[in-house]
């Protein structure tokens, strides 16, 4: 039923069978989780399954929520988490905003087709109705700018003339299909064939589900043409509602950035690249006083060094970088064989550390420090350095240097 009428939303049917099983569930979050359920077949359906394209249809079996349909052979299964006695009568009703989006962008994908092949001879190898944007892959290395445009203008030109949409069906081996565009049978194929006719532009071969006439494509926006596999081009497009909420999330988008840059859509662009200009400068002048400040670090602690008792160069910056420590234990290095925990980040959860020593200190005491504070790192020429991921056990960690310490000066 969901392919003799595209648009009903509700129908009573008769449960068939139903068995258990397990199936691949894409969460609301987005997440694919496997989960015990039953399958379900009806005597009929206005629930597409997945396939040529698009994507299965969401729905209701009463009140038992339908994630997966699914095509087998002639018949479509619906995996819910409740059972169904066989021969019950159920009440069907499909997911409206999901299935009208499909039955656009799917019906889009037809139009711009057409018109590609009929106008620029760019045939269709594949094609992806994503959840935001869809693409339809060319046979065509390039497809320039011009011609995006040409195309998107005449897909709404053909929109704005109320073309109608028609579904015929006949039989495999119908002369009616040596004039369909058709990209082949699926080998597990039965029964009859379906023909998807857009008056007076093409008639495509296609199970999908899709609208009575172009109007109902409200409008198609092309958004590029990029390079895609093996030497052809993904053209990317919107239709009908999606184009609306793209036009709204941008609008919204140009309002915040309007507010934040002072300055009208029209002065975006050079707002922005004024702005990281400054921000490029302001980050080498502060990498450039950060340089300096490792390096009177340094200093302070080698003119003091001889005095200390442990001779450890204990140091955390939250401003730090890797190149800060660096340079930090470069330059004491230089002169003393001192030990060094040098951190930088959030002292109280996620940075970098530096573990410097003589002799055998980051074999014996090295991996015991970084599993103090959760740190992932590498060892080269008596040196541990890496991330990690609770700073605030610096103190836990110094305490094992220092017993370390403390345990060879007495060796």
């Not at 799917?106 to 001879?121: C, E, F, P, R, V």
């Not at 951190?343 to 940075?351: I, L, M, S, Y």
């Not at 970084?370 to 790192?377: D, F, L, N, V």
């Not at 890496?386 to 836990?396: F, I, S, T, V």
């Amino acid at each position: 039923m969901c392919q003799k009428d595209s648009y009903l939303k509700h129908l009573q049917t008769k449960v068939v069978s139903c068995s258990p099983g397990k199936c691949k569930i894409e969460q609301v979050g987005g997440d694919v989780v496997k989960s015990e359920g039953f399958y379900v077949e009806l005597e009929d359906t206005i629930l597409f399954p997945e396939g040529g394209g698009q994507p299965c249809d969401y729905g209701m079996i009463n009140n038992c929520s339908v994630r997966k349909v699914m095509r087998k052979a002639a018949t479509a299964l619906h995996f819910v988490q409740s059972s169904f006695e066989v021969g019950e009568i159920v009440e069907l009703s499909v997911d409206w905003e999901r299935r009208f989006d499909h039955m656009q962008q799917h019906s889009a994908q037809h139009l711009i087709t057409a018109i590609t092949d009929k106008t620029y001879g760019y045939a269709t190898t594949s094609w992806d109705l994503g959840k935001s944007v869809s693409f339809i892959e060319l046979g065509a290395s390039e497809v320039q700018e011009a011609e995006v445009v040409h195309i998107e203008k005449l897909v709404n030109e053909a929109i704005r003339s109320h073309i109608p949409v028609s579904v015929h069906v006949t039989y495999v081996g119908s002369p009616l299909l040596n004039s369909v565009r058709t990209r082949g049978l699926p080998t597990d194929h039965v029964g009859d064939v379906r023909v998807v006719k857009i008056e007076g532009i093409e008639a495509n071969m296609c199970c999908g589900t899709h609208v009575s006439n172009l109007s109902h494509l409200q409008c198609v926006k092309l958004l590029s043409a990029e390079k895609g596999k093996k030497g052809k081009t993904n053209l990317y497009f919107l239709a009908g509602d999606r184009v609306l909420a793209h036009a709204q999330k941008h609008y919204y988008f140009g309002k915040e950035i309007t507010k934040h840059l002072k300055c009208g859509p029209d002065q975006h662009v050079a707002a922005i690249e004024r702005s990281m200009k400054q921000l490029k400068l302001a980050q080498k002048n502060c990498m450039n006083l950060l340089r300096d400040v490792a390096i009177l670090e340094a200093n302070s602690f080698k003119q003091s060094f001889h005095k200390a008792v442990d001779n450890v160069l204990v140091l955390h910056r939250k401003e730090g970088t890797v190149e800060f420590m660096n340079i930090v234990a470069n330059e004491v290095s230089q002169s003393c064989e001192a030990y060094m925990f040098i951190t930088v980040g959030d002292e109280k959860g996620q940075g970098m550390f530096l573990l410097h020593g003589p002799g055998t200190f980051i074999e014996e005491c090295g991996l015991k420090v970084a599993e103090t504070i959760c740190g992932k790192a590498f060892t080269k020429g008596g040196r541990m350095q890496g991330k990690a991921e609770k700073l605030q056990n610096r103190e836990e960690a110094l305490a094992l240097i220092k017993d370390y310490i403390e345990s060879h000066q007495i060796a």
